[in-house]
């Protein structure tokens, strides 16, 4: 019907219906009618650019910044460039229409999911004083983390004062900060869904890595890889392709800072991509391991166990444990 809607409105290129029939997708609806196909390429190439461009001009710092300054500066330049890439994918009739909602989003809110934040005429949430409090508490204890590793625990083991302040910032962040930051947009009306989902309650991998994790990523990795390769391959190539492309952002914004290490990260992807494939084999549904105690179970096992691959000793040694110096300093 919205298909329909937009054909009345003069907004779709009948070349596309007559292309792909009544299937048409309603993200075409935002293609002038007469617009070349060389602008439209144009186009979509803009929200590329600064994918491309911010990420070169933070390797080029590398030997001018501490590591673990570069580090954040290349984690923040890639944030950036995705962040713009889901910006300009959005329908070009709300970036136009809501440009304070547009600064919003780019500038005060870390998920990915721009249709969803920009979706109109949602009514406010109450919040819960329980909610606000949950994720004060959980900012304020992950804060409390980092200093504490910051202290002397990094001076006399820096490899376990290291692996404190990894977890302290996660807490602050991911689980603290972020959630506030979702809470407080629900609360005036925008749909910000929360980046973490209670990962714990995971009772598969394929839970836990789709739906409780880090969403912000995952629809990127979803929507950029896992659906070219799943309409080409099948599903098992998407998924293994999805984890590996995570595997080899998370290898440059770990083992380049570190210089050492290369390889880690996207191995330990791979395993959580193998593990999820596992899972949902025959061998894996006889066994229970999607689902219940023996799903949890192995999820913890997978997930958990290699995590020294993902965090190696170069990166804790060279980035995390200079980093907790910076912040007791």
């Not at 048409?24 to 293609?31: G, H, K, N, P, T």
């Not at 390429?41 to 300054?69: S, V, Y």
């Not at 304070?100 to 005060?108: E, I, Q, S």
């Not at 005429?121 to 900012?139: F, N």
């Amino acid at each position: 019907m919205k298909a329909l809607e937009a054909v009345a409105l003069g907004k779709l290129d009948m070349n596309a219906i007559a292309k792909r029939g009544t299937g048409l997708a309603v993200a075409d609806s935002v293609r002038p009618f007469n617009a070349a196909p060389h602008r439209i390429r144009a186009q979509e190439w803009i929200g590329w650019i600064p994918l491309a461009a911010l990420p070169l001009a933070a390797l080029a710092l590398r030997d001018a910044l501490p590591a673990w300054a570069f580090m954040w500066t290349l984690a923040i330049a890639i944030f950036a460039g995705f962040k713009w890439q889901t910006w300009w994918d959005a329908p070009a009739a709300r970036r136009r229409e809501n440009w304070r909602r547009t600064l919003a989003y780019l500038l005060l809110w870390p998920g990915m999911g721009a249709d969803e934040f920009f979706e109109p005429g949602l009514h406010p949430r109450p919040i819960a004083t329980g909610e606000w409090l949950a994720a004060i508490a959980k900012t304020l204890a992950g804060a409390a983390l980092s200093f504490v590793a910051a202290g002397d625990v990094v001076s006399r083991h820096p490899m376990v004062a290291g692996w404190i302040g990894m977890i302290g910032l996660v807490l602050a962040l991911h689980f603290g900060a972020f959630q506030l930051i979702a809470l407080a947009w629900q609360r005036v009306g925008i749909r910000a869904e929360p980046i973490m989902r209670r990962p714990l309650a995971s009772q598969s991998l394929g839970e836990f890595w789709g739906k409780r994790w880090n969403l912000g990523f995952r629809k990127l990795s979803h929507a950029l890889v896992f659906q070219p390769l799943q309409k080409r391959f099948g599903t098992g190539a998407g998924a293994l392709g999805a984890f590996i492309a995570s595997g080899l952002i998370h290898d440059l914004v770990i083992s380049v800072p570190a210089r050492g290490g290369y390889g880690l990260p996207t191995a330990y992807f791979l395993l959580q991509g193998l593990g999820a494939l596992a899972e949902r084999s025959s061998t894996g549904r006889r066994l229970g391991l999607g689902r219940g105690l023996r799903g949890r179970l192995w999820t913890a096992l997978v997930a958990m166990a290699p995590l020294p691959c993902l965090f190696h000793p170069w990166f804790v040694m060279r980035v995390m444990a200079p980093f907790l110096h910076a912040i007791a300093g």
